[in-house]
Nanobody, 122 residues
């Protein structure tokens, strides 16, 4: 069974940084688009960023561009999300997803991880 395993979440103070990782269980995903979404308590799942694994082409939510960076580990079967200048509004569960188009809608993604919690304290 294909799995996406996220890690790197935790508790951080406002202004701090975290790096999230997503490791697919198969190298099949190296031909896919990999994305990060997040979901705050009581809110809908929100697109954060996506990357086309083969080319490195990226797509970001406009509101998060400049603070968050998605990247791929060429030597490792891993996708990263660097979170900088965090605020309490960034608190939520961050999900890794895999799909075939560089889109921002959750419905476009076929596979999902179970999520990693990010909590930013003020």
């Amino acid at each position: 069974q294909v799995q996406l395993v996220e890690s790197g979440g935790g508790l951080v103070q406002a202004g701090g940084s975290l790096r999230l990782s997503c490791a697919p269980s198969t190298r099949t995903f190296t031909t896919y688009v990999m994305a990060w979404f997040r979901q705050a308590p009581g809110k809908e799942r929100e697109f954060v960023a996506a990357i086309f694994w083969n080319t490195g082409l990226t797509n970001y939510a406009d509101s998060l561009k400049g603070r968050f960076t998605i990247s791929r580990g060429n030597a490792k079967n891993t996708i990263y999300l660097q979170l900088n200048s965090l605020t309490p509004e960034d608190t939520g569960v961050y999900y890794c997803a895999a799909g075939t188009a560089l889109g921002s809608a959750a419905r476009e993604y076929l596979y999902w991880g179970q999520g990693t919690q990010v909590t930013v304290s003020s």
